[in-house]
């Protein structure tokens, strides 16, 4: 199964007397990226919960927010944080003796500062928190990968009926390429006629011209790869997995083909043709982009 990059998670637990809400929101990136949103004092939980999503996910953008709150308001009495006040207050007597006037700091600046004012039950049940939320974490975590898998799913459905849209256009380009070297000679034959008032050359002359531009027309060999690229993306879309970049990576190959086959060709019919392939292969890039 594949699995697509958008994908949304919520989760609530409860453990003694703290409630945590977990929410976790995954679009589409190249690469892997979480960014936790964690309460005041919990940033030395950030490491162990980015661990928890990246077992279970291997590209996306993740952003989590965690929520944490005391069941008990007795339990949820704040408690200042010492070490980081200390250094504040350093950093403002250098500034006083740097600039020469005294700075002038309010209870609302205080409050401003990330992680100056803590929980005191954080503090003290650290072990119980870290539980709490990578439990919590876990079952938004599984909730997210299922509605990335659904719309993987979906995602798989669109992609192999792009696939047979272009295996349908090979199939109406492998005839009419059959008969390009007669419309060819056929033609040839007709502006020699009408350009030339002597006798025409001889039948070997014209017959070593057509065979050189048969040759030169000849897309055997692109009808041949686009067939394999196409059975390696089907193939992918069977066995499912982390294939983004993989069937990405066909996708230009058969484009690289498809503008080859173009070039070679120059029937209108052919050309039609290879402009809906290349169509159907926009639209297909569109939506590997969001496969993880």
């Known amino acids: 199964m594949i699995r697509s990059m958008t994908g949304f998670g919520r989760a609530q637990q409860t453990e003694g007397n ?15 990226e979480i960014r936790m949103k964690l309460p005041g004092g919990l940033a030395h939980l950030e490491e162990p919960l980015k661990n928890i999503v990246k077992k279970n996910c291997t590209r996306g953008k993740i952003d989590c927010t965690v929520t944490l709150t005391p069941e008990n308001s007795e339990l949820g009495a704040l408690a200042l944080n010492k070490s980081l006040v200390q250094q504040y207050a350093r950093l ?3 500034f006083q003796e740097e600039l020469g006037i005294p700075i002038q700091v309010t209870l609302g600046n205080l409050s401003n500062i990330k992680d100056l004012i803590l929980l005191d039950q954080w503090n003290g049940d650290g072990e119980g928190v870290q539980s709490l939320l990578e439990q919590c974490l876990s079952t938004a975590v599984a ?3 299922a509605m990335r898998e659904r719309e993987g799913t979906a995602l798989q459905a669109e992609l192999k009926e792009r696939i047979l849209a272009i295996r349908g256009n090979i199939a109406e380009i492998v005839p009419l390429i059959k008969n390009i070297p007669e419309q060819y000679a056929q033609r040839l034959r007709g502006n020699l006629k009408r350009l030339m008032d002597s006798a ?6 014209i017959l070593q011209e057509i065979a050189m531009l048969a040759d030169r027309c000849d897309v055997s060999e692109e009808l041949t790869r686009i067939e394999t690229h196409l059975r390696h993306l089907e193939q992918m879309l069977s066995e499912g997995g982390v294939v983004g970049r993989k069937f990405e990576f066909l996708l230009q190959e058969v484009n690289r083909e498809a503008n080859t086959l ?8 052919v050309s039609a043709r290879v402009v809906e392939i290349k169509s159907d292969l926009e639209r297909l890039r569109e939506q590997v982009q969001n496969i993880e």
């Open 143 to 145: 909730e997210l990968v």
């Open 262 to 269: 173009a070039a070679k060709s120059n029937e209108v019919p």
């Open 92 to 94: 403002l007597e250098a």
């Open 18 to 32: 703290l409630r945590c809400s977990m929410e976790l929101r995954s679009v589409n990136s190249r690469f892997m």
């Open 200 to 205: 025409l050359p001889s039948e070997d002359r």
